[in-house]
Every structure is written in structure tokens, then in C-alpha cells.
């Protein structure tokens, strides 16, 4: 085993809930660069968790959230070998759905209700991510993760958020 010491620099900011897009540039082993899109904003309950979370559990163990650790080993790549992971994230695009001070998971009603509320911008923001993973594959960017979602973004909405992402990731300019 390898010691080392390593930094890691997370901005204030990236620590608001609510509904967020992000980009995973992974650099591997041997240098080739490949790409993972995805949100913050759960399908299955009204939270909406800050991307610095969504970190940790891209690269853990658990199976129904290791989303970029399970594309990374789909292309034989190993995870601890790979010379660097950068994250790009956009937003809080939208707020996380506020929830009463007495709200209590248990109470279907409520969570009902916080839901309708939750899902509009879910699929807002879902609809992005496809765009994002679509855009970012046609620009040349190898892209590890095929996003399906049912919803679409109109160009009027989805240009500002592009043009965010293409500071970093600039072949989407070509797009225009």
C-alpha cells in the first residue's frame, strides 16, 4: 500500500441543499479522461442533498448509489488507480422542498404532499441531466453513464445551464 497525503478543497457553497447537476471528470490510470453526468434530487422521497454528499457515495460501496464507482468498473476501470477525480457542480438550481419543522417520514401524508411539490422540479432538473449527458457525448466528451428520463428541458431554459458547464468543459461552445 501507497501513503500519501492528499487535499481536497470544497467551496462553502457546495454544501446547499437542494437541486444541483454536477459533472465527474475522471482522469485514469493511464491518462484517458472519461466523464459521468448526474443531479441531486431524489426519485423516491422530497430531499434533495448537496452535491458533496452525492461524492462520497459515488465512490462507496453501496450498490444503489455507487453510480460512477459501478460505470468506472463496467470499462475495467479501476477506481483506486485512477490519477484523479475532479467535480463540477451547477447550482442549487432549485431549493430543496422546505419541510415542516414537525415533518416526520412516516406520515404519508405529508410526504405525499412534500412530493408533489418535490417532483416538478425533479423532472426539471432530471430532463437537464439527460440534456447535459446528451450535450456532453455530441461534443466529444466520452461519457460513462447513458441518462434516460422521460422529460425534456426547452433550449430557452437549458442554454444559461449549458453555458455554466461550458466553462469548464468548453467543446460544448461547439454546439451553439
Given at each position: 500500500?501507497?501513503?500519501?497525503?492528499?487535499?481536497?478543497?470544497?467551496?462553502?457553497?457546495?454544501?446547499?441543499?437542494?437541486?444541483?447537476?454536477?459533472?465527474?471528470?475522471?482522469?485514469?490510470?493511464?491518462?484517458?479522461?472519461?466523464?459521468?453526468?448526474?443531479?441531486?434530487?431524489?426519485?423516491?422521497?422530497?430531499?434533495?442533498?448537496?452535491?458533496?454528499?452525492r461524492?462520497?457515495?459515488?465512490?462507496?460501496?453501496?450498490?444503489?448509489?455507487?453510480?460512477?464507482?459501478?460505470?468506472?468498473?463496467?470499462?475495467?476501470?479501476?477506481?483506486?488507480?485512477?490519477?484523479?477525480?475532479?467535480?463540477?457542480?451547477?447550482?442549487?438550481?432549485?431549493?430543496?422542498?422546505?419541510?415542516?419543522?414537525?415533518?416526520?417520514?412516516?406520515?404519508?401524508?405529508?410526504?405525499?404532499?412534500?412530493?408533489?411539490?418535490?417532483?416538478?422540479?425533479?423532472?426539471?432538473?432530471?430532463?437537464?441531466?439527460?440534456?447535459?449527458?446528451?450535450?456532453?457525448?455530441?461534443?466529444?466528451?466520452?461519457?460513462?453513464?447513458?441518462?434516460?428520463?422521460?422529460?425534456?428541458i426547452?433550449?430557452?431554459?437549458?442554454?444559461?445551464?449549458?453555458?455554466?458547464?461550458?466553462?469548464?468543459?468548453?467543446?460544448?461552445?461547439?454546439?451553439r
Amino acid at each position: 500500500m501507497e501513503v500519501g497525503t492528499f487535499k481536497l478543497t470544497l467551496p462553502g457553497p457546495m454544501l446547499k441543499r437542494g437541486f444541483w447537476l454536477y459533472v465527474w471528470h475522471v482522469i485514469t490510470e493511464d491518462g484517458r479522461e472519461v466523464f459521468y453526468v448526474g443531479r441531486t434530487g431524489d426519485n423516491s422521497s422530497p430531499n434533495a442533498s448537496p452535491p458533496y454528499i452525492r461524492m462520497g457515495q459515488h465512490l462507496g460501496a453501496l450498490k444503489n448509489q455507487n453510480a460512477l464507482r459501478t460505470q468506472l468498473q463496467k470499462r475495467k476501470i479501476d477506481p483506486e488507480k485512477c490519477q484523479e477525480f475532479r467535480l463540477t457542480a451547477h447550482g442549487p438550481i432549485h431549493p430543496e422542498v422546505v419541510k415542516p419543522d414537525d415533518y416526520r417520514h412516516s406520515d404519508a401524508k405529508a410526504r405525499s404532499e412534500l412530493m408533489e411539490k418535490h417532483i416538478p422540479l425533479r423532472n426539471l432538473v432530471g430532463a437537464m441531466e439527460k440534456r447535459l449527458a446528451q450535450d456532453m457525448a455530441a461534443a466529444g466528451y466520452d461519457v460513462l453513464n447513458n441518462v434516460k428520463w422521460r422529460h425534456d428541458i426547452p433550449d430557452a431554459e437549458w442554454r444559461p445551464v449549458r453555458d455554466a458547464f461550458a466553462a469548464d468543459f468548453p467543446k460544448l461552445n461547439e454546439l451553439r
